[in-house]
C-alpha cells in the first residue's frame, strides 16, 4: 500500500493538471461538450442573489471564467426555508421555466451557496462560493476551485445534474487510464473512504463488499443503501465499515488527522449526479406538492430513499433537523414513495480526499498549518498582494491575500488577512482572520480576532460597519429570552457584561430579529460610521473595552447586527474597494 505521503502526491500532482487545464480555459469559449451547458448558483434571498449575479458579472468581464457557458443565479422562493433538497427542486423549475424542453439536453453544475455562513462570517456578505484562495493570479475563489476540480467530468457526462456545495473541496488521483464517467440512469455518487469519525456528520453508503476492492484509483459499484449521520454502531451494525488492506487499500478523508493508515473506514458522500429522467420526475413531485413549507436536504431526503436496502424509518427520525416543520415527514414519505427502487451507482476513489472549508477553524487550519490542503492546492503565504520587505518578516503560517501590507506592521503567525489595507503601525495577532479592512492607526489586535468589514447602504447613503469577534465565538447560538442573554459570550465574556461596559441598554430593540431568536448574530451592538477606518477603529475599541474591563461608550451611534449588515450591504461599494487594491496591486508588478 502506497504511504499516506505518496498518496498526497499524486493528488497533488493530478490537482496541479486540473488547475492548468481550466487556466487554459479562463476567458476563451469553451468548445460543445468540452465544459458545462450551465452553470447555476443558488441565493437564499434577493440580495444575496443581486451579489451573486454583480460578482460573476465581474469576473465575466475580467475574463476568470471559461465564456459562452449559461452563468445563472437561482434565489429561492420567498417564504420559509426549503434547504438545498428544495433549492435543487425549484432550480429545475427555473431551468424549464428559462429552457423549456431544451433543458432536458443540457449538462448542468448546480452549486448549492444560499447560506448565511455563520460559522465563517467573512464570506457571509458576498457569500462562501466567493471565498478568496490564497493561490492564483488573479486570485481564485471557491467558484473557480469547483469548476476547475470537475474539469474532466463534462465530457464523461450524460445530460443530467451534478450537485455539490459551497464550502467543500474533493482533491483526488486516479490511475492515468481511469475516467469517472457519469452515463448510468438514476443516482451516481462519488465515495471517500474515510475514518468513522468523519462519516458521524456525513453521509455513509453501505456497499456491497464483494463488488469492489479497494485498491487502484477507482471503481465502480452500486449502494446496497445510505446511511445519513449515522452513529459508529449503526455503520457496524448495517456493514458499512470495511478494514483497510482488505477492502480499502487508500486514503481518508480527517480533517484534522492523517488517519489515511487508519485500519478500518466508512465510504463517505460528496458531490452526485442525477440523471435528466429523474430530474424530470423530481420536478413532477415539486409541482404537485406546490408550496413548500420545510427543509428538504438533497442528501438525507433523496440519497436516503435510494438502493435495494432503503426503508421508510429515516422519514420519521428528525434528529439531525433544526427545525421540524409538520410538512416535512410528509414530504419525505412521497420522495420516498417516489425514488424507493431507484439504484444509487457509487463512483469509489480510492485516493482521494474530503476538506470543508465551513468555519472559522477550519479555515485556519487549512490555509495557514501545514495541512494537506495546502501541499495539495499548492496554497501560498502571500498571494496576489504587496508585501513589502520592510514590514516584519512573515512567518511561513500565515496567508495574506489581495491585501496590501505597509513597511513596519507585524501580522502574527497563523493568521489571515484577505482584501485588506494594513498600515505600518499596525500588529495583528496569532490566529486571526481580518477581512475587507483598512487599518491605518497605531493597534495591536489580539489574537484569535476576528475582524470583518462590511459597506451598507442606509437612506441611500454609504456607511461602513466592522464586526468584530472571537474566532471562537458562536454566532449561530441564540436564546429566547431577554433574560438569558447572559449565557450568551462574546471574546469569552458575557454579552451582558460587555453591554454595560458599552453603556447598551438591555431591551426588545436589542436585537434585530422579531423571531426571539437573541444571539450575537442578531444583537445591534456594531456602529455604523461615516469612513472604512473609522469603523474599524470603533469596533477593536469595544474589544479592547471587554479585554481591559474599561467603559467604552456607543452612546450616538446608530448600532447595527451582523443580520442588518447583510440586509443593508452595499456589494457594489465592497466590490469597488477590492479593485481598487487589485488595481494597485497590478500597478506594482
Not at 23 to 29: H, K
Not at 72 to 97: A, M, R, W, Y
Not at 283 to 291: D, E, N, P, S
Amino acid at each position: 500500500m502506497p504511504a499516506a505521503g505518496e498518496r498526497s502526491a499524486a493528488r497533488r500532482e493530478a490537482t496541479g493538471r486540473r488547475l492548468a487545464r481550466f487556466a487554459a480555459l479562463r476567458g476563451r469559449a469553451a468548445r460543445p461538450g468540452e465544459f458545462w451547458d450551465v452553470v447555476a448558483v443558488t441565493a437564499a434571498d434577493a440580495e444575496q442573489a443581486l451579489a451573486y449575479r454583480q460578482q460573476l458579472a465581474e469576473k465575466l468581464s475580467r475574463r476568470e471564467l471559461p465564456l459562452g457557458v449559461r452563468y445563472h443565479v437561482f434565489v429561492d422562493p420567498p417564504g420559509p426555508k426549503i434547504g438545498n433538497g428544495g433549492s435543487t427542486l425549484h432550480v429545475l423549475q427555473c431551468l424549464e421555466d428559462l429552457y423549456g424542453d431544451k433543458w432536458t439536453s443540457f449538462i448542468v453544475l448546480l452549486i448549492h451557496s444560499g447560506g448565511y455562513s455563520q460559522r465563517l462570517p467573512n464570506a457571509s456578505a458576498l457569500g462562501k462560493i466567493f471565498t478568496a484562495l490564497p493561490f492564483g493570479d488573479p486570485i481564485y475563489q471557491m467558484l473557480e476551485l469547483k469548476l476547475a476540480m470537475y474539469i474532466d467530468f463534462p465530457s464523461h457526462m450524460k445530460p443530467g445534474i451534478l450537485i455539490t456545495c459551497s464550502d467543500d473541496i474533493e482533491l483526488y488521483s486516479t490511475g492515468v487510464t481511469e475516467t469517472i464517467t457519469f452515463d448510468k440512469p438514476g443516482f451516481t455518487a462519488l465515495a471517500h473512504p474515510s475514518d468513522l469519525t468523519v462519516g458521524t456528520t456525513h453521509g455513509v453508503f453501505v456497499l456491497d463488499p464483494s463488488s469492489f476492492s479497494g485498491r487502484g484509483g477507482l471503481e465502480y459499484t452500486s449502494c446496497h443503501h445510505f446511511l445519513h449521520k449515522p452513529d459508529i454502531e449503526t455503520m457496524r451494525q448495517c456493514g458499512a465499515v470495511c478494514v483497510r488492506g482488505n477492502r480499502s487499500q487508500l486514503s481518508s478523508s480527517g480533517d484534522h488527522s492523517d488517519s489515511e493508515m487508519d485500519s478500518e473506514c466508512v465510504y463517505t458522500d460528496s458531490i452526485f449526479y442525477i440523471d435528466h429522467n429523474i430530474a424530470k420526475q423530481l420536478l413532477t413531485f415539486y409541482k404537485q406538492m406546490g408550496t413548500l413549507c420545510c427543509e428538504i436536504d438533497a442528501y438525507g431526503d433523496f440519497l436516503q430513499a435510494l438502493g435495494p436496502g432503503a426503508t421508510q424509518d429515516y422519514t420519521k427520525n428528525t434528529n439531525n433537523i433544526t427545525t421540524e416543520e409538520s410538512q416535512l415527514v410528509e414530504v419525505r414519505q412521497k420522495l420516498y414513495s417516489l425514488l424507493k427502487g431507484t439504484a444509487l451507482n457509487v463512483i469509489v476513489l480510492n485516493n482521494s480526499k474530503f476538506y470543508h472549508i465551513g468555519t472559522t477553524q477550519e479555515y485556519l487550519f487549512h490555509f495557514t498549518s501545514d495541512s494537506k490542503l495546502k501541499f495539495e492546492l499548492d496554497l501560498l503565504s502571500v498571494a496576489f498582494s504587496i508585501f513589502s520587505d520592510k514590514a516584519e518578516t512573515l512567518d511561513q503560517s500565515t496567508s495574506i491575500i489581495q491585501s496590501i501590507l505597509e513597511p513596519g506592521c507585524f501580522i502574527g503567525p497563523g493568521s489571515v488577512i484577505e482584501y485588506s489595507r494594513i498600515g505600518p503601525e499596525v500588529s495583528v495577532g496569532r490566529s486571526s482572520i481580518i477581512s475587507g479592512s483598512y487599518i491605518n492607526f497605531k493597534v495591536d489586535i489580539p489574537s484569535n480576532c476576528f475582524l470583518s468589514s462590511l459597506s451598507v447602504k442606509i437612506n441611500n447613503q454609504v456607511k461602513y460597519v466592522s464586526m468584530v469577534f472571537s474566532v471562537e465565538d458562536d454566532l449561530k447560538k441564540s436564546v429566547k429570552l431577554l433574560s438569558d442573554i447572559h449565557s450568551l459570550q462574546f471574546f469569552g465574556v458575557s454579552l451582558l457584561e460587555c453591554l454595560d461596559l458599552w453603556g447598551v441598554e438591555v431591551s426588545d430593540q436589542l436585537f434585530s430579529n422579531e423571531n426571539t431568536r437573541l444571539g450575537l448574530w442578531t444583537a445591534r451592538i456594531f456602529p455604523a460610521c461615516s469612513t472604512l477606518s473609522e469603523s474599524v477603529r470603533l469596533s477593536l475599541q469595544m474589544l479592547n473595552s471587554v479585554q481591559h474591563m474599561s467603559a467604552f461608550k456607543l452612546n450616538g451611534f446608530k448600532l447595527l447586527s451582523v443580520e442588518e449588515m447583510l440586509a443593508y450591504k452595499d456589494v457594489e461599494d465592497m466590490l469597488k474597494f477590492r479593485k481598487q487594491i487589485y488595481d494597485e496591486i497590478r500597478l506594482q508588478r
